[in-house]
């Protein structure tokens, strides 16, 4: 079969299979409906003629009630025409005890009569509500009926009140044709049967139930369907005509242009940019092919521009992560990492978060591209949402939300679509000592997440690639940054107590100092040393002396002010700088390091397995000297108290002393004056000997009980002192 009749077989199954079978969906659907509305017609009449006579045996009833109570008075004609003239009843008959007739009112039709109260299946020519007349006594003196014939007003109403026709099946000739019909449908039929009349009316028969003393017919005419059918006929025939026709032209003057035009375009499918197709007319098709060789010679330019493009973006990404490993500033390498990498997958916008070590969570640190957010705020367990799932899995993803889930987290920024990678430094491991303490594979830094590419296209596999190598790239990067900040961390840290150590300790006295000047403040240092600690290590080992300047450490801080410094200067000896404090509060930090030292014995696990927990006892011993009072330099003031600390070591230890007033030191040399200002004496300090203040407010006296350092006499020297790190005993 060749194209064009295949095209046009095809064009006709097209057009005409549809229109064939609509027609007879058509036809099949308004036949049913038709019959469907048909029959709930005469379900909702055959509730309202229940209804209706329903209505009609109460208002009989109530006529029967009325005459038989006014009747029981002796007045029974009166009775009697009052029911007849409200319109209760067409009719009414009062008999006696005896069934003889009474009174009537109204036109009586023969009987029988159907009974509302008993239904009986055979012919009656009206319907009738009985109540016995009663005297005082409740003794039955008669029976009052109240009357309504089964006529053509009786039937009209039910007609009206129920949107059906309605006919009884009494004894007696239809006074129509169509009556005749009727009723000799419904004769055929039980009770609640539907059937067809020959006149195409839908009938159904009634038989005497409860409330419904009556046998009747309700019937509706069936809907004619047959110029319908006639119509669809004529739909179908013309639409045929057309459809042929259009199908024959349509096959002679499009088959040869398109038969090119398709294989051109299953060429391009194949990736041959270079296909084009002849043009032999200026019509549509022509115009078609036309523009079908502009696309594709617009799309082959397109198409290498983006791959030489492409290209040297990755090699950009290449020789920027090279650069970036060597970066110390974090939020600068995080920044040029998302601006980057929004600019080589062209996405609208972009977020970076990194895993916290302390908290193990995922905290935001830049974003770009999205206006009102504050990345400062978002935070995310790990996996919650899109970025957590990805942190806590280590697998990148891409695509949709509202197709390819996960639902996003509180917080999280909203999106169409997304491609998100962890950042990730293969070959780092746990023994760098830099490792999240959380669920996240070993080697796992953040998350790097890209949303909403613009012109709505979806991220593809060559996105995905780029940012897994760039984000690795970052990475190690960002690896060296915390190796960097680390090793810098370690050089002013003491690693077995946490302190800051000496090099850390001449920063930061020489900047408490200059602060000190500029702003007339003073700034007390206290020089500690552990007593004894040289018997601690002979005695229990030097495992045991590191737990125990460990513990030391801890309380210390726990003693101090967030304001305040502490050190470890060397061995077990420490200092502690209190910015914008005298010598009184000095006093009384030292009082209670002191206390806070003594209070407690340090327990020491033992390293012999079966070996109890060992408590060794600690004391510590404080020297006092304070800026300006002490020292003109931050080495004199550590000089004084130093001395001090060796006079509260020769005071008998576990004590604190304040170096004594004296001529401003002003120079490192180790030769002190021996001319001093004034001497302290032993015992507490006065408020009005010292009327000082600390950073945290008045410190009263009594409040600090400060030891006076060793006396000095004017004029002598000062007895030799060992040299430091040799005063722990």
């Known amino acids: 079969m060749t194209l064009r009749a295949r095209l046009t077989a095809a064009f006709l199954a097209v057009v005409l299979g549809p229109v064939l079978l609509g027609a007879v969906f058509v036809g ?48 029974q004609p009166d009775a009697a025409q009052r029911a007849v003239l409200r319109g209760l009843a067409r009719a009414v008959e009062v008999t006696g005890a005896d069934g003889i007739v009474l009174t009537t009112a109204g036109t009586l039709p023969p009987k029988p009569w159907a009974d509302c109260a008993a239904p009986a299946p055979t012919a009656h020519a009206a319907i009738v509500a009985a109540v016995d007349v009663l005297d005082p006594s409740s003794r039955r003196i008669g029976r009052a009926y109240a009357v309504e014939p089964v006529d053509a007003t009786l039937l009209s109403w039910l007609a009206e009140s129920s949107g059906v026709r309605v006919d009884s099946l009494a004894s007696g000739q239809p006074e129509s044709e169509e009556g005749a019909r009727i009723a000799a449908a419904a004769n055929g039929l039980t009770a609640g049967e539907t059937g067809t009349t020959s006149g ?41 005509v057309v459809a042929i026709s259009v199908a024959w032209w349509l096959a002679r003057s499009t088959t040869h242009p398109l038969t090119e035009l398709a294989l051109a375009v299953e060429r391009v499918a194949d ?16 115009r078609l092919g036309q523009t079908f060789n502009r696309m594709t010679r617009e799309m082959q330019g397109y198409v290498q521009a983006l791959t030489a493009s492409r290209d040297q973006l990755r090699g950009q990404l290449g020789v920027l992560g090279d650069t970036l490993a060597g970066t110390h500033d974090l939020d600068r390498i995080l920044q040029v990492i998302l601006q980057t990498a929004t600019a080589a997958t062209g996405a609208q916008s972009g977020v970076v978060l990194m895993v916290d070590p302390a908290s193990g969570e995922l905290r935001g640190q830049v974003a770009e591209g999205l206006a009102g957010f504050d990345v400062a705020e978002l ?19 891409r695509g949709r939300v509202d197709r390819d889930g996960p639902s996003l987290a509180t917080g999280e920024p909203r999106c169409i679509t997304y491609v998100a990678v962890p950042i990730a430094a293969p070959g780092v491991g746990p023994t760098t000592g830099l490792e999240p303490q959380s669920d996240l594979p070993p080697a796992a830094r953040g998350v790097l997440a890209l949303y909403d590419r613009h012109g709505f296209d979806e991220f593809d596999d060559a996105d995905l690639i780029t940012l897994r190598t760039f984000a690795g790239q970052a990475a190690v990067a960002v690896d060296n940054v915390r190796v960097h900040e680390e090793a810098q961390r370690l050089s002013l840290t003491d690693p077995l107590t946490g302190l800051s150590n000496y090099r850390y300790l001449r920063e930061s006295l020489r900047r408490e100092v200059e602060r000190a000047s500029r702003f007339g403040r003073s700034l007390a240092a206290l020089a500690l040393d552990l007593d004894r600690f040289k018997e601690v290590n002979d005695t229990y080992g030097h495992a045991a002396g590191d737990a125990v300047l460990a513990e030391f450490a801890r309380r210390l801080r726990a003693e101090i002010r967030e304001v305040d410094f502490a050190f470890r200067q060397g061995g077990e000896e420490f200092v502690v700088l209190l910015p914008e404090t005298d010598a009184t509060g000095a006093a009384v930090l030292a009082e209670r390091l002191g206390a806070a030292v003594r209070r407690s014995p340090v327990l020491v696990i033992s390293s012999t397995p079966g070996q109890p927990p060992r408590r060794i006892p600690v004391t510590v011993s404080i020297g006092i000297a304070v800026y300006p009072i002490h020292g003109a330099t931050g080495a004199a003031v550590l000089e004084a ?55 945290d407010g008045p410190v009263k006296a009594a409040d600090a ?12 020297p000062k007895a030799a002192q060992p040299p430091r790190q040799s005063r722990g005993g």
Do not use: F
């Open 28 to 75: 099949i659907a308004v036949a049913a409906v038709s019959d469907q509305r048909a029959t709930e017609r005469l379900d909702a009449g055959t509730q309202n003629v229940h209804a209706a006579l329903a209505l009609t045996c109460q208002r009989l009833r109530l006529a029967a009630e009325t005459t038989a109570l006014v009747a029981a008075g002796g007045d």
């Open 200 to 240: 195409g009316r839908l009938v159904r028969r009634l038989t005497p139930e409860s409330g419904q003393p009556l046998t009747l017919a309700l019937s509706v005419p069936k809907p004619d369907t047959e110029g319908l059918y006639a119509v669809l006929v004529a739909v179908v025939a013309c639409a045929g």
């Open 271 to 286: 990736g041959d940019l270079s296909a084009r197709v002849p043009v032999r007319s200026q019509d549509e098709v022509g």
């Open 379 to 397: 935070r995310l367990q790990l996996g919650d949402g899109l970025l957590g799932g990805v942190a806590a899995s280590g697998e990148p993803r």
């Open 641 to 695: 108290a130093d001395d001090a600390l060796y006079a509260a070591k020769a005071g008998g230890r576990d004590t604190y002393k304040i170096a004594p007033d004296a001529t401003v030191r002003t120079t490192d040399a180790p030769a002190k004056t021996a001319e001093a200002s004034a001497t302290t004496t032993d015992g507490p300090v006065k408020a009005a000997d010292a009327p000082v203040k600390t950073a």
């Open 705 to 716: 009980p400060v030891k006076a350092s060793a006396e000095v006499t004017p004029g002598a």
